[in-house]
C-alpha cells in the first residue's frame, strides 16, 4: 500500500442529554474536544497523535452560520484551535467549513485528496452543537461564559453561497421545513398519493430510524415509534409544515460533537496505529444544485443521485455491494430521493442509517454526518467484509457529499467531480416569474407554526407556463382553510401582486371541483 493512501486511523462521538445524570450543560468547543479525545484514543497508537495533526478543520455551528447570527452565550473566536487547545495540538493550518450538512463528508473527501497528493499526513474533522443546552439554560433564566480568545491562524471559509431565493422567502418559505415540505409534496403529487397514504408512507419509511435510535448511546432520542406511530397527528406530534408531523423532521435540540482523524499509510505505520484501526476510503463525489425554484422538477434532486452514482464508480462497485448506507434524513424526501434515484426498492433489508438518522439520533446543526461517518467507521471495522455509503447534504438537497468506505484495502487513485458538476450546472433552469394571473398548483405546504396557517405555493402560469410563488393572506384565513379540507394539487389559482411585493392568492379551485 502507498504510504500516501489515505485513512480514517480514529473516531469519537461525545453526547449529552439534559435529563440525563451528570448533565454538564457542556460548551460546543468541550464537547468536541471531548469527541476531538476520543478519536485520538480511538486509534490505538503506540505514540501520542495530537503533535502530529498537521489541519483541524471544523464544522461551523448552527448559531454562527450566517453573519447576523451571535451566539447566546459567546463563542471561541478561533473554533478549530480551542479544540487544539483541549488536546494539546498546533497544527499548521486551521479551517472552520461554510454552512452545510454535507460538510463533514466533504472534509473527508478533501483531505483524503490531499493526503494522496503528499500535501499533508494527518487531518483532524470535527464538530459540536450544544442547542439542547442553550435553550433549556435560556428557558431557566440561566447563562454561561463560552467566550474564547485563541491565537493563530484561522482559514475561515465564510458562510457559502446564497440557498435560498427571494421568491420564496417573501411568499413564507424561509425555513428548511417550508421548502423541503415543498419538495414532498410534490413527490406525493408525482405519485399520485392522497394525503393520508403519503403519510404512512413517510412514517413507514422512518419507522426502522426509530429503532437504530433507539441502541445508540448518543441519540437524543430512544422512543422506538410504529409507522402508524409517526404518520398520525396528535397534541404530541403535531402539525409543522404539511405534511410534516413533528417526529418526521430533523430534531434540533442536540448536544453532540464528532471528530474523524485522518492519516497516510505511512504516518499511521510510523504511530503505531494498528492496521485493524484503518478504514479506506474507496470513492466519494460532490455535487451542487440550482436554487429550489429553477430547477426543473421539485420533487427529485437528481445531483444528489448523480453524486451517489458516481462515488460508485470511483470505488468500482455496484449498488448492490454496498452494505450498509447513512442517508441523509432531516426530513423523508431527503432519503426518498436517493433511495429512489438509485433504484433501490421500499423493502430493501439494508439500513438506510447507522446512527438513528436526524429526527431522532438527533440534527447535531451542519456536524450530523460526522456521527454517521464515526458509526459507519465502528461498524466496518467489526465486519471487515462489509462496505458503507455515507451521503451527507446541505442546504436544500442543494450539496450533497458522498464517501464509500471499507475495512479492505484500497489502492488510491484520487477522484474528480469537476465533470459532474459541469453536466449538472448545464441543465437549463426554469424560468421564474412573478405570481400574476391564473396558474396551477405544482406543490405547497401550509405553515401551522403561525396563529393563522399561511399557504405557500408553487405553480405554473396558464400564460407561458412560467413558474410562480405564491401565498394565502395571512389576514384572511378562508382560502387557507380550504386547502386544509381539500388537496390543493393540481388546483386552479388566481394570484395577484400586493403593494408589499408579494404574490397573494385570490383564488383556490381544487381539481374535484373544476372537473
Known sequence: MDDNTPVIIGVG?????????????????????????????????????????????????????GPRAEAPFGKADNFPRAIARRIGADPARAILEPVGGQGPQHLV???????????????????????????????????????????????DRGYGEALMTADLARHNARTAISVYALFENARRARLGEGRADY?????????????????????????????????????????????????????????????????????????GVPEDRW??????????????????????????????????????????????????????????????GLGMSADDPRPLTVTGGLPYFGGAGNNYSMHAIA???RRLRAAPAERGLVAANGGFLSKYSVGIYSA??????????????AEIDGWPARVVAPGDGAGVVETYTIDYSVPTPVATVVGRLNEGGARFVAMTDPADPTLVRQMIAVDPIGAAVRATPNDEGRSILTQFVPVQTAL
Open 109 to 155: 473527501n478533501e483531505f483524503a485528496q490531499a493526503i494522496g497528493a503528499g500535501e499533508t499526513t494527518m487531518v483532524l474533522i470535527c464538530g459540536s452543537e450544544a442547542i439542547s443546552t442553550v435553550r433549556h439554560l435560556a428557558s431557566r433564566g440561566e447563562t454561561r461564559d463560552w467566550s474564547e480568545t485563541v491565537d493563530g491562524e484561522l482559514e
Open 279 to 340: 478504514i479506506y476510503l474507496h470513492g466519494g463525489a460532490d455535487a451542487r444544485e440550482r436554487t429550489p425554484v429553477e430547477r426543473s422538477d421539485l420533487s427529485a434532486g437528481p445531483a444528489s443521485v448523480m453524486a451517489a452514482r458516481r462515488s460508485l464508480d470511483v470505488a468500482g462497485l455496484r449498488l448492490g455491494e454496498i452494505d450498509a448506507f447513512d442517508f441523509y434524513s432531516c426530513f423523508p424526501i431527503a432519503v426518498f430521493n436517493v433511495r429512489d
Open 375 to 377: 458509526a459507519m467507521v
Open 408 to 421: 479492505r484495502p484500497a489502492s488510491w487513485s484520487g477522484f474528480d467531480s469537476r465533470a459532474l458538476q
Open 199 to 271: 403519510a404512512l408512507e413517510m412514517g413507514r419509511l422512518f419507522a426502522p430510524f426509530t429503532r437504530v435510535a433507539a441502541g445508540n448511546p448518543h441519540a437524543m432520542s430512544r422512543d422506538v415509534h410504529s409507522a402508524e406511530d409517526l404518520a398520525t397527528v396528535t397534541t404530541s406530534n403535531r402539525l409543522t409544515s404539511d405534511p410534516y408531523p413533528r417526529r418526521m423532521v430533523a430534531r434540533d435540540q442536540a448536544n453532540q460533537g464528532a471528530a474523524v482523524l485522518i492519516a497516510s499509510v505511512g504516518e499511521a505505520r510510523a504511530l
Open 13 to 65: 462521538e461525545a453526547s449529552e442529554r439534559i435529563d440525563a445524570a451528570g448533565y454538564e450543560a457542556l460548551s460546543p468547543a468541550d464537547l468536541a474536544g471531548r469527541a476531538a479525545a476520543a478519536a485520538l484514543a480511538d486509534a490505538r497508537a503506540t505514540s501520542p497523535l495530537a503533535p502530529h495533526i498537521q489541519v483541524i478543520a471544523a464544522i461551523r455551528q448552527f448559531e454562527v452560520s
